[in-house]
């Protein structure tokens, strides 16, 4: 009788938790996420010479879109739409085949391309791409939407940036990071007041001001942004109106809600996401140069990682595997502080800190050192590949050398500033 009694506790228990967690997502219903993917990134090419960049493969078996879109799933926002542009087929795929749900059901995440709704023309920035896709909100009617970046790094519990949204009674929030104000340049700077009022909004100034506290640091837009749905859309009708706006998200509209006294900061340090720890905690990184996107690689395989993708409390999830066995090591082949993903063969070879992503082969001799493998590179016998990234489907010929002669390698490939070889999709390596 007892342990009937046990059990009937225990299942009692499950219940009530899967009913908090459906009321969790019922309590939701009221907000629409969307995901700006039409980015053409020009400086992670020739990543992006095929591509968009949200659709560039990252850590062996995710592409970069993989991660915001775990984080809204995550926090249990299940309405999601994806506006694409640039060079889409990919991203589409990926999101069709790996960011579907099963049945009928009323939540969807849905890549919704470039439709020229009012006009002849594409997007002419990130502001106009909402503007042109106000159907998506009028649908939907939701109170709140958000509107994400595709192509970070990250993991961000939103729930807690659109509940602060609420309680600040603002029309946007702005997800806020500190960063060195030597880097800072390239984003959106903020500066605020001790209520977390935005009192200025600088898009990419040429010299980012420093935070009160610390002169070396600028306070950045993480691209992240929640609105109140009334104020966005009056913010775009009247933007579409203004003659000398560049139609951009932090370009104009922001400043626009900061010049109204509307625009509230989110300080992304008070994100606490299930399972981080204190190394990982608050991991954030923009991707957009080639340098940038090796070294967040790097941040994936030491013994403890900086950004650490084994938090199954908050998973990054991707499907976009097929049907592929597990990694296999043969013959004494051997990899060293690397991640090596299903479908992967290391035969008499060795590699080290690499990330080797699905059905990649390295043959017997070769020696992989400090490089990023795409989806299906091949790597002969012989050969030596030594800080560089080989996007899908390389073929490295027997003997051939990458990241030996520094020289030969610009003549042949495209090198970053840092010194990164990139070998294009498709690439054989003689």
Not at 37 to 51: I, N, Q, V, W
Not at 174 to 194: K, L, T
Not at 334 to 345: E, K, L, R
Request: with cysteine.
């Amino acid at each position: 009788m007892c342990v009937v009694f046990v059990a009937f506790i225990l299942l009692l228990g499950q219940c009530l938790t899967f009913l908090d967690k459906l009321g969790d997502v019922k309590s939701q219903n009221n907000v629409l996420a969307i995901v700006l993917a039409g980015g053409e990134g020009k400086r992670l090419f020739p990543l992006t010479e095929d591509r968009a960049k949200p659709a560039v493969p990252f850590g062996g078996v995710y592409r970069l879109i993989d991660f915001v879109l775990s984080n809204l799933v995550n926090a249990g926002y299940l309405k999601i739409c994806v506006l694409t542009q640039y060079k889409s087929h990919s991203l589409d795929r990926h999101i069709s085949q790996a960011w579907q749900f099963s049945g009928p059901t009323s939540q969807y995440i849905a890549s919704v391309p470039a439709q020229q709704r009012l006009g002849k023309h594409w997007y002419l920035g990130s502001a106009d791409a909402l503007l042109q896709s106000l159907n998506l909100i009028d649908d939907e009617k939701p109170d709140y939407v958000i509107v994400f970046g595709a192509d970070h790094v990250y993991r961000m519990d939103p729930e807690q940036m659109v509940a602060e949204h609420i309680a600040s009674g603002k029309a946007v929030s702005v997800a806020g990071i500190r960063i060195p104000r030597s880097e800072a340049g390239a984003f959106g700077c903020i500066q605020s007041d001790a209520d977390g009022n935005i009192t200025e909004f600088l898009e990419k100034p040429a010299d980012p001001p420093g935070t009160p506290d610390d002169p070396d640091v600028t306070y950045a837009s993480m691209g992240n942004y929640v609105f109140t749905t009334k104020d966005l859309i009056e913010a775009l009708k009247e933007d579409e109106k203004t003659p000398d706006s560049t139609h951009d998200m932090g370009g104009d509209i922001i400043p626009y809600f900061v010049a109204k006294g509307q625009a509230h900061v989110y300080d992304f340090s008070n994100n606490d996401v299930p399972g981080s720890t204190e190394r990982d905690k608050g991991y954030w990184r923009d991707v957009g140069t080639i340098d940038a996107f090796y070294e967040a690689h790097m941040d994936l395989i030491s013994v403890h990682p900086i950004f650490n993708l084994y938090n199954q409390q908050w998973p990054i999830r991707s499907t976009d595997l097929g049907e592929l066995p597990p990694a296999k090591f043969v013959q004494g082949g051997i990899a060293q502080s690397s991640m090596v993903a299903q479908g992967s063969i290391i035969s008499a070879s060795t590699v080290r800190n690499s990330v080797v992503s699905t059905d990649v082969m390295v043959e017997e001799g070769a020696t992989v050192e400090g490089s990023v493998l795409m989806p299906g590179v091949r790597i002969g016998k012989g050969a030596i590949v030594r800080h560089a990234i080989l996007d899908k489907n390389v073929v490295v010929r027997d003997g051939a050398l990458i990241g030996v002669d520094k020289e030969r390698d610009a003549d042949r490939f495209s090198l970053s500033p840092g010194g990164v070889v990139v070998v294009g999709k498709n690439s054989v390596v003689e």
